[in-house]
């Protein structure tokens, strides 16, 4: 029983945790966790939230040190970054195909409700900074996924993999959107404030 949990929670952390990061810095971190889609089993995965994460990072980022050993660490920045890009919009416009607006309220929303879901809710600490009809700004003062990653002496693939991809899927989002990483705990800075423009 204890296997079948952890076999779920992996699945449902690689598709849905991680990538919340990539949307806003979240680790920033990706793939989303989509609201209303949480079963029983994400709540209580027999797993602290930083045991879970621990895991994942655990076996995941020793794989992607290989990778920059073998092909560049510049090489394989520039890879994740791209690919991180295209993934997040991808998800994005996947997300929010059936939204009736695509407006910074609606963004906000969808935020909010990623946030709200499990393991988010408890690997992040956040505060909405400024939010209106054109403006969304968050400041993240304690990120999970930050400090397993600089614990690993991998905060430039982490940035690369999740915090990077914010303005693309902002774009995803709505064309008329730009994706701002004002600061970021992965590049030195103290928190992370993420700003979401509709120009």
Do not use: H
Not at 38 to 58: H, Q
Not at 119 to 129: G, L, Q
Not at 134 to 139: G, R
Not at 169 to 197: Q, S, T, W
């Amino acid at each position: 029983m204890t296997e079948k949990i952890l076999v779920s929670s992996r699945r449902r952390f690689l598709t849905r945790a991680v990538p919340a990061g990539a949307l806003v810095c979240l680790g920033c971190r990706g793939l989303l966790a989509w609201p209303g889609q949480e079963s029983k089993a994400s709540e209580n995965p027999g797993m602290t939230t930083e045991e879970l994460f621990r895991f994942f990072y655990g076996m995941f980022v020793p794989v992607l040190q290989l990778m920059a050993k073998d092909m560049g660490r510049e090489n394989l920045i520039k890879a994740l970054t791209k690919a991180s890009a295209e993934n997040g919009a991808l998800g994005m416009a996947a997300m929010a195909k059936d939204l009736p607006k695509r407006d910074i309220k609606a963004f906000a929303g969808l935020v909010a409700g990623m946030m709200g879901a499990p393991p988010n809710n408890k690997a992040f600490t956040y505060e909405v900074v400024e939010s209106s009809d054109t403006v969304y700004e968050l400041k993240f003062t304690q990120c999970l996924p930050a400090k397993i990653w600089k614990e690993l002496n991998a905060a430039d693939l982490g940035y690369a993999l999740e915090c990077s991809p914010s303005g693309a899927m902002a774009k995803a989002f709505n064309p008329r959107m730009k994706g701002l990483g004002v600061k970021n705990i992965l590049k030195g800075d103290a928190y992370c404030v993420e700003r979401f423009e509709l120009v």
